[in-house]
């Protein structure tokens, strides 16, 4: 089992047409986000202009979670609302508009990736996922398996778990609590 700390001061932005956003990780290390050629990527960005166009990624599931506000969208020209933590769940290549400025979390899943879920938890957790990610609201404390690992906020925590060991998880405050087998 391999456990990486990606920690929120150490991601650099880079702009979209929208604003600037910050890669934490792209998997595998030899995928290039230009190309499109990626098993996932984990990212957070800012929504600076309104109205503004996400960009689209043919094949690519997404997961989008506001971490500062809701979030007022048109998704193939369909008004919707979601709350601040909300997960918003969405196909790549929709037409997503956005009516409202902050900052989110994003998670791009190939679908060529049989299964994945994120969800917001802070309730003890066990799990014998592929790979788990792990995003901090807040300052928190997470145990993997009896080992503390603090997280500021917007942190990433992503664990490797190519043997499905069962690990055991537990939570200090909220998270986002993603899994994914390949």
Aim: hydrophobic share 35%; aromatic share 14%; with cysteine.
């Amino acid at each position: 089992m391999n456990i990486t700390l990606f920690p929120k001061k150490d991601t650099k932005p880079s702009i979209w047409s929208g604003g600037l956003t910050y890669e934490y990780m792209i998997y595998p290390k030899t995928a290039n986000y230009a190309d499109r050629d990626f098993s996932f990527r984990i990212s957070s960005a800012t929504i600076e202009q309104t109205p503004s166009e996400f960009t689209k990624f043919k094949g690519y599931h997404r997961y989008l979670v506001m971490l500062d506000n809701e979030l007022d969208v048109e998704v193939n020209k369909q008004k919707k609302v979601y709350e601040k933590y909300e997960i918003m769940e969405f196909n790549s290549d929709d037409e997503v508009t956005s009516y409202t400025k902050g900052t989110d979390f994003n998670w791009m899943v190939s679908e060529k990736i049989s299964h994945h879920k994120l969800e917001i938890t802070n309730t003890n957790q066990n799990c014998t996922a592929e790979m788990v990610i792990l995003f901090s609201l807040d300052t928190t404390v997470i145990t993997i398996n009896e080992k503390l690992y603090h997280l500021e906020p917007y942190d990433l925590l992503v664990i490797e778990n190519k043997e499905k060991e069962n690990v055991r998880f537990h939570f200090s405050t909220e998270c986002l609590f993603g899994i994914l087998d390949f």
